[in-house]
């Protein structure tokens, strides 16, 4: 199923359901105009978005309902109760339609001829056909009529009518109607008459109201509405027929939506800002001191701690709903694997079965969509290379199909991914051998290689045990390609294989990203993050200590010799001379490696997240950040830098 | 006092609240040439109706938009009636 027609079986459930809800209200209490329009919108978008499609009949069944709910809203009139039994009939054939499309992506044969029933019963349920539905106390009365024809330059923008006839004792409910007038946004035009002539001063009574109000506004009816919310019974309002009833409906107020999208830009805005108050947040302890130095501090210290503690709780509460926000099932990935997995089976000739589980689980929108890719080469490795042929699974008493599963779990914060096939398994002395084969172990290794490190073999860069390179797995996409992007998203991976019994490949994926300590270095000017998690330690040296070694340099460290970078050369900005060097001793793996920089500032956490865009395709850039004043830096991925 | 009542005019000021309609009638039905200047943030709608039904001579502004589009126009002073 393509993204297009994925992302309409998602909103159509949603309409279908509101329309459903709008027309079983309506059914209770017929003159409810929320209701009403809600269920034209509803109606009116689904129509929008079957356009997209080529679902004729899906399209003009619509259509009929669209009609009839359109005439009510745009007469100002009750829907007919017949009506709702033959809507509701529809609106549940369209729901019928939309699981037939998610399940087999084309329409029943037999929908053009349901539509059609369907939009008779409709036609038939009315006691009239909708251009003469009956009008009832909200059609157009005549005096609104009179000021609509009167002001005709007005009514292309869609205008609302009033007659205000405040009761003759209103004053004592604390009426006050030309103030309520006043209130009225956008009054177009008024006008004020008298109930009874004014009397002669004798029998003139100054606390009866006497007025008629008359008037034309170019607001929406709901705000219109809003200021005689306390006197219904005094004030008439109607809209212009002549305006759009679309435009009505759309600005009629009282959108029941559930969800709404939001761009994913303005998310992370969110999110950054959230993290920017965190950073805000950790200046506080400084100011705590402060404050216990000063003379008769305490007290004052204690409050700030206080506060400190509080703003705490709130910028935790605040980070932890944003990236809520971010949150999306992992089914919206799942849902792309099985039409990959049918693909698959053509191409490969070997009948496939894909089961998934586990789709429900939620994780950062960035780590659900940034699985696919890793998931489309372990499926087709394991179509290609795992999965026997058809024949040859039979002949070892295999089913036909082979299965491949896909199922995830929580594992506290984490999302345990399995992928597994029923294959042949890997046999790890084939992968000794291949990789003895391909230079990439010594014959010593080879000879002492545990099985499950041969298995990590397969990740590395350029590794193939396959003897022909096929069209699916190809060249250059190995498992190194899929350690690589999980990686990029904070995750791990692992593989596990019985000889002739299948593969499994697990990913231990992040739901969402942490945050993480950073310290900025600078170089030649420059500020750079470095992840504080594999600095060790931070050492100043005489450059004397740093000497070349071959083609590098190294330095010996408290009797340990440790090769030495500097960071200059790989940023390509190459420092001066110094006598005294600073360096940062790093942990990568079971290495020790000295990193030389000019400076280093400030420590904060952060929210780091995948670089996206044109930083996506530079090497060694973890993500970026956002520093307390503001200031953008990369963080580097110094595992990859310094490999 | 939001209605002062002098010997040529009678001001309103500050909020005219509708207990205020009976002075103002009162007052221009005493002395119906008294000029009544409009200096109030709020008027009530009776002291406009007392205002309506008496015609007096008008001078100063109405409170809001409402009441100067379409309610003073309305007080035009009798003489000037055909």
């Not at chain 1, 498992?479 to 596990?496: E, F, I, Q, T, Y």
């Not at chain 1, 900025?520 to 500020?527: K, R, S």
Request: glycine fraction near 8%.
């Amino acid at each position: 199923m393509d993204d297009l027609l994925a992302q309409f079986v998602i909103e159509a459930a949603e309409l279908t359901q509101q329309a459903a809800e709008d027309l079983l209200a309506l059914d209770r209490e017929p003159g409810d105009r929320g209701r009403l329009g809600s269920a034209f919108r509803a109606i009116h978008t689904l129509k929008g978005s079957v356009g997209l499609f080529d679902l004729a009949p899906m399209h003009d069944t619509l259509h009929a309902a669209e009609d009839v709910l359109g005439c009510a809203v745009k007469d100002d009139a009750e829907i007919d109760p017949a009506r709702i039994d033959p809507l509701l009939a529809i609106i549940e054939w369209i729901d019928r339609c939309v699981q037939r499309l998610e399940r087999a992506g084309v329409l029943a044969p037999t929908a053009a001829d349901e539509g059609a029933e369907l939009v008779l019963s409709l036609a038939s349920g009315g006691s009239a056909p909708p251009a003469v539905m009956p009008m009832t106390d909200g059609a157009v009365p005549s005096w609104a009529q009179r000021l609509f024809t009167a002001h005709p330059a007005i009514r292309e923008r869609g205008v609302v009518a009033l007659r205000y006839s405040p009761a003759p004792e209103c004053f004592f409910n604390g009426d006050d109607p030309i103030a309520l007038m006043a209130a009225i946004p956008e009054v177009f035009f008024a006008r004020v008459s008298t109930r009874e002539d004014w009397p002669g001063e004798a029998e003139f009574d100054p606390f009866r109201s006497n007025l008629i109000f008359e008037a034309i506004s170019t607001a929406k009816r709901s705000e219109v509405e809003a200021v005689f919310r306390l006197i219904p019974d005094q004030i008439a309002i109607a809209q212009d027929p002549e305006s759009d009833a679309k435009e009505f409906s759309a600005e009629s107020g009282e959108t029941i939506t559930r969800t709404i999208r939001v761009d994913l830009a303005r998310i992370d805005d969110i999110v950054a800002l959230a993290g920017e108050l965190q950073t805000l947040k950790s200046g506080l302890p400084a100011l705590v001191a402060q404050a216990q130095a000063l003379e008769g501090g305490i007290a004052l210290s204690r409050k700030v701690a206080a506060v400190h503690q509080d703003l705490g709780r709130l910028v935790s509460q605040l980070q932890r709903s944003a990236t809520d926000v971010r949150m999306v099932p992992l089914s919206d990935t799942f849902r792309r694997l099985a039409r990959l997995a049918r693909e698959i089976s053509g191409q490969t000739g070997k009948p496939l079965q894909l089961d998934v589980r586990g789709g429900e689980i939620e994780a950062d929108k960035t780590i659900v969509d940034g699985l696919y890719e890793p998931l489309l080469h372990i499926i087709r490795n394991a179509a290609d290379h795992g999965i026997e042929a058809e024949e040859q699974r039979l002949s070892v008493g295999k089913p036909s199909k082979g299965t491949i599963s896909v199922s995830a779990r929580q594992v506290g914060h984490s999302i345990e991914l399995k992928v597994s096939d029923d294959g042949r398994g890997i046999e790890p002395e084939r992968i000794r051998s291949a990789a003895l084969a391909r230079g990439f172990i010594s014959a010593e290794t080879a000879a002492t290689l545990g099985d499950s490190d041969s298995l990590e073999l397969l990740f590395t860069p350029g590794f193939s045990t396959s003897e022909t390179v096929s069209d699916l797995s190809g060249r250059g996409v190995g498992m190194d390609a899929v350690r690589a992007s999980v990686r990029r998203l904070g995750g791990k991976v692992a593989v596990s294989s019985a000889f002739a019994i299948g593969t499994t490949i697990v990913l231990s994926m992040p739901t969402s990203f942490a945050m993480s300590r950073v310290i900025v270095v600078t170089v030649a000017g420059e500020q750079y993050g470095v992840p504080m998690e594999s600095i060790t330690e931070t050492v100043r040296i005489p450059a004397t200590a740093i000497i070349p070694v071959r083609g590098g340099e190294a330095s010996v460290l408290r009797d340990r010799t440790i090769p030495v970078v500097r960071l200059g050369n790989i940023v390509g900005a190459v420092a001066q001379a110094r006598s005294e060097e600073l360096m940062l001793v790093l942990e990568i793996g079971a290495a020790a490696v000295g990193l030389v920089v000019d400076g280093i500032g400030e420590r904060f956490e952060t929210l780091l997240r995948p670089p996206a865009g044109l930083l996506k395709a530079v090497r060694g850039i973890l993500g970026t950040t956002v520093l307390g004043d503001g200031r953008i830096v990369m963080v580097l991925d110094l595992e990859v830098l310094l490999a | 006092m939001t209605v002062t009542v002098e010997e040529q005019e009678i001001r309103l000021t500050g909020r005219c609240g509708v207990d205020e309609a009976e002075t103002l009638l009162s007052a221009l039905s005493a002395a119906p040439h008294r000029r009544v200047v409009l200096d109030a943030e709020r008027m009530h709608t009776a002291l406009w109706q007392v205002l309506l039904a008496m015609r007096p001579t008008i001078s100063g502004e109405a409170p809001d938009r409402f009441s100067a589009d379409y309610i003073l126009p309305l007080i035009a002073p009798k003489e000037e009636l055909p």
